[in-house]
């Protein structure tokens, strides 16, 4: 199993809508990382009012436009 399976594996047993803190954690990097990516317009996001979620199939899809291979 190679790195980019492993690292998207991490993402099988998440819910298809997720809250910060869960991407955070798949993605091994700070909360307030992930809100600022956000507010920049650098990751898809979902507003619900107040609340940000994060839909797990566009994140995915971010993910592998951004996954680089030699």
Not at 41 to 47: F, K, Q, S, T, V
């Amino acid at each position: 199993m190679d790195h980019s399976t492993l690292f998207f594996a991490a993402f099988a047993g998440l819910p298809e809508i997720l809250r910060a803190k869960d991407l955070a954690k798949a993605l091994q990097i700070s909360v307030k990382t992930i809100y600022a990516y956000a507010q920049r317009g650098l990751i898809p996001y979902i507003r619900i009012e107040s609340n940000v979620r994060f839909a797990k199939r566009e994140i995915l899809a971010w993910l592998e436009e951004r996954h680089y291979r030699p």
